[in-house]
């Protein structure tokens, strides 16, 4: 629930606004590509996530305040069986998948 991007080596390949196809054509291209890094800048919530092939996803809130709470991504990390959320107000949560 919140705005996004995918872009590959700096070229924009989709976002939230973008066509079925298009979205579609974007998560192809990051399909098996690995997580390098994940940063997150606290003042605007904004997240990138950067993958090895040049693959990039980037999010950040919607403005309507009344949204701001909605879930803006969820990480899953089977090995430690933990799940972090990040909220589009900023809250973020690290609870166990056996919860």
């Not at 291209?29 to 940063?39: P, T």
């Not at 606290?42 to 997240?47: A, M, R, S």
């Not at 991504?73 to 056996?98: H, M, P």
Request: hydrophobic content about 35%; charged content about 25%; overall charge negative.
């Amino acid at each position: 629930m919140c705005n996004w991007t995918i872009c590959s080596n700096g070229v924009w390949l989709a976002d939230n606004e973008a066509s079925d196809g298009a979205i579609n054509d974007a998560l192809q291209h990051l399909d098996g590509q690995i997580l390098l890094s994940v940063e997150v800048v606290p003042q605007n919530v904004k997240t990138v996530f950067r993958f090895d092939l040049g693959g990039e996803l980037a999010t950040w809130p919607y403005l309507n305040e009344g949204e701001r709470s909605d879930e803006q991504w969820l990480l899953y990390d089977y090995e430690s069986k933990k799940v972090e959320t990040l909220k589009g107000d900023g809250t973020w949560c690290r609870e166990s998948l056996d919860a």
